[in-house]
């Protein structure tokens, strides 16, 4: 009797995997269930449902850096075109008021024969009135001379403002076509993790930030046990307190792709946001932040400094002591605490080194 108990239980839990393995159906119609014997390896298990959900939101990740770093270079691009475009106003009206100097100057040769008055004083007997007359010839020719090479390197910087901003807007027009992809990979990743995860139970999402947890944990304790937090103990600098100050403040906003606060954050939007409370500037993506920033070892970490994850550079978090970060996960968690090894480690950057 319990054996038949055993067996009905089992293939109802089977029955149940395989409902929910099942993607939604566009109709109410019912799902058919799996018969039995069905093999196995055909359904997915809640772990690989979180893993398969954890890679999609890792590459929208990587996009989402994409899109930051597109949108930083397109603001960069936009603001050189403004400089631009003032320096060849600027640059049309003094062509246009040096080429007026020069028409005056030779309106005024030509009303006194073709010489300018000092060359006529010249000509004169009277010595004083020679010797006056020799230094307007020079300071005359200094002055045409002087309106003509201006006008000269003027027309040259007109050219070169000209040429630069037909680059700058190439650059511009390649920065949100970058910004547009960017943004279509990032919808399509989340759209399908999201989609993934709409399929299970509510049961079945609670055990699944469970298992998200645990992983996290399982790789924390791997991660200190092995040694590589040593006996960290260095205390933050002045400004590295500051930036920790922000970012701990932001616990429990919510995740937004993009955003940079002050409502939501996005992984590097928070840290970006953080050092320049800290008065700090640094880059906005994780990957620009991983190039750009000095580096240090692990060993030599203090609160402050940004842990920089993945082999792409794709998410970034803030050491805040005692082996945390603080970070902003993905879409659908906040602004949170987490082990610093509960992710993979690329490297630690100082922005105040």
């Excluded at 939007?269 to 050092?275: D, E, I, K, R, V």
Aim: aromatic fraction near 4%; include cysteine; charge should be neutral.
């Amino acid at each position: 009797m319990n054996r038949r108990h055993c067996a009905a239980a089992a293939i109802s839990l089977v029955c149940a995997l395989a409902v929910l393995a099942a993607p939604v159906q566009a109709m109410a119609a019912p799902v058919p269930e799996p018969t039995p014997t069905a093999p196995a390896a055909e359904l997915k298990s809640l772990e690989e449902v979180r893993e398969e959900i954890d890679t999609l939101y890792r590459k929208a990740g990587a996009a989402t850096d994409a899109y930051n770093l597109a949108e930083e270079q397109a603001a960069e691009q936009s603001g050189e075109l403004a400089e631009l475009a003032k320096a060849i106003v600027d640059g049309r009206a003094r062509i246009a008021e040096l080429k007026n100097t020069a028409g005056a100057q030779a309106r005024e040769q030509y009303r006194n024969g073709g010489l300018p008055p000092g060359a006529q004083l010249v000509l004169s007997n009277d010595p004083r009135l020679f010797l006056d007359g020799v230094n307007q010839v020079r300071l005359s020719q200094q002055a045409s001379k002087s309106v003509l090479a201006e006008l000269t390197r003027t027309q040259e910087d007109l050219e070169t403002y000209t040429k630069d901003a037909s680059i700058n807007w190439e650059k511009l027009e390649a920065h949100r076509l970058q910004q547009a992809r960017a943004k279509k990979r990032i919808n399509t990743q989340i759209a399908a993790a999201t989609e993934l995860e709409s399929r299970l139970a509510k049961g079945e999402r609670a055990r699944l930030l469970t298992l998200e947890k645990q992983a996290q944990y399982q790789a924390q304790t791997a991660w200190l046990s092995s040694g590589a937090l040593g006996d960290i103990s260095r205390e933050a600098s002045a400004s590295g307190r500051q930036a920790v100050a922000f970012a701990t403040a932001q616990i429990g906003k919510p995740y937004v792709w993009g955003a940079e606060g002050p409502d939501t954050y996005d992984c590097s939007g928070l840290t970006s946001q953080a050092w320049a409370a800290a008065e700090r500037p640094i880059p906005r993506t994780s990957q620009e932040q991983w190039r750009l920033l000095p580096r240090v070892v692990v060993q030599d970490m203090r609160p402050g400094d940004l842990i920089i994850y993945h082999a792409d550079a794709s998410h970034v978090g803030m050491y805040v002591g005692d082996g945390l970060i603080v970070h902003a996960p993905r879409p659908g968690r906040n602004v949170t605490l987490a082990g610093a090894g509960s992710m993979a480690i690329l490297g630690v950057v100082r922005p105040d080194k």
